[in-house]
């Protein structure tokens, strides 16, 4: 049966029996075999990535490629497998821009090598390059190849001999840290507001909503301001249906890019204009499917709005909403600019509610 053996040994010292450390060479410098040994025996070089060392015969050769100006200190496990079926696995730490070479003990060898992430925090593998004395240059990536946390783990190998050798180039990146969450938005709500009047909404009615804003304070930074909204028709029910109902309807979500000191009404202050509604949609199952909707107490809009970056401005809030057929006008949904009934004042013009400073 194979004897296993395991050993940790670090660049920054550590001495265990039957492993010495090289002393640093340049990367064009020849590095000389060990004498015959079970274990690997490593040796230290420089090297760039534009000019990775050349390879051996009869040599690994480790290289760490990472970001310029990374201080990290990166673990590899080495698994050799000597000529009579033996293995040993050892732990290394290599900085970035170092080689570490491994003479073949007994003069040839199989290596497996896999990165051990979970000791540098923030970094993930994102690629080895092979180069070896038959196969020529290879880029290695995918699959977790060369990283131990795979499942299962995906080595990359190699076998050295007095005419072969290899290069392994592991390259790394910083893993980004995951974005911010989302600023925690306030929720505030308008009405009921009745500038509509005396109203009843029938099912198929386009039932149209809308707001604009503006920041109260003249010395805000830019900021992003993100807005959710919905407006909801309560009242009840005749001709059918439950005696009473409520009809609510979604704004779509947007993002508006306000500038720094900017106060005028976004994303306009014009009622007649189609950027002031911001949600339409088609009355369905009203009074359930039968009846008419009485919304004589008007309607409620309620927000739930954030700043990224906060600005510490208050934000004035006012909205509307119309239903053209139900005050005697073309059934029309007031975002839809292919219909010239949608440019009508009197069809989608419809008035601001009261102004309402967010809390």
């Known amino acids: 049966m194979p004897n296993r053996r395991w050993t940790r040994w670090s660049l920054g010292g550590l001495a265990l ?6 002393c640093s060479q340049e990367a064009s ?13 490593p040796g230290k070089i420089s090297f760039a990535v534009s000019g990775p060392p050349p390879v051996q015969n009869g040599v690994l050769t ?6 310029a100006g990374t201080s990290a200190t990166f673990e590899f496990d080495v698994t050799v497998t000597n000529s009579d079926g033996s293995t040993t696995t050892v732990q290394y730490f290599i900085k970035p821009g170092q080689c570490m070479t491994f003479p073949a003990p007994n003069g040839a060898a199989s290596y497996s090598v896999v990165e051990n992430l979970s000791s540098t925090a923030g970094w993930s593998l994102v690629s080895v390059t092979s180069n070896t004395t038959a196969g020529g240059t290879v880029e290695l990536s ?7 946390s795979a499942s299962p783990p995906n080595p990359v190998t190699c076998s050295v001999s007095s005419t072969t050798g290899c290069v392994l180039t592991f390259h790394n990146s910083q893993t980004p840290p995951p974005p911010p969450p989302p600023p925690t938005g306030k929720t505030f709500s308008i009405g009921p507001s009745s500038m509509e009047g005396d109203i009843y909404i029938s099912n198929g009615d386009w039932v149209n909503g809308g707001y604009s804003f503006s920041f109260a304070s003249g010395g805000h930074a830019a900021t992003n301001y993100s807005v959710q909204a919905t407006v909801s028709l309560t009242g009840p029910c005749v001709g059918g249906g439950p005696a009473t109902d409520t009809f609510t309807f979604p704004l779509n979500a947007a993002t508006y890019a306000v500038p720094a000191g900017n106060t005028s009404w976004l994303p306009t202050g014009d009622q007649n204009s189609v950027l002031s509604w911001e949600g339409s949609a088609v009355a369905s199952g009203v009074c359930g499917g039968i009846g008419k909707l009485h919304a004589s107490h008007g309607a409620v809009f309620t927000a739930t709005v954030s700043q990224s970056p906060a600005t510490g401005s208050l934000v004035n809030f006012r909205f509307k909403y119309r239903d053209p057929a139900a005050k005697g006008k073309p059934n029309t949904n007031c975002l839809d600019t292919s219909d010239p009934n949608r440019a009508k004042a009197d069809v989608c013009g419809a008035s601001w509610s009261q102004t309402v400073r967010d809390p």
Do not use: E, H, M, Y
């Open 17 to 22: 029996a039957g492993l010495a450390w090289g």
């Open 62 to 67: 480790l290289c760490k490629d990472a970001p």
């Open 142 to 148: 995918g699959n977790g190849v060369g990283d131990s």
């Open 29 to 41: 410098q020849q590095i000389t075999a060990s004498q015959p040994t079970a274990r690997p025996t």
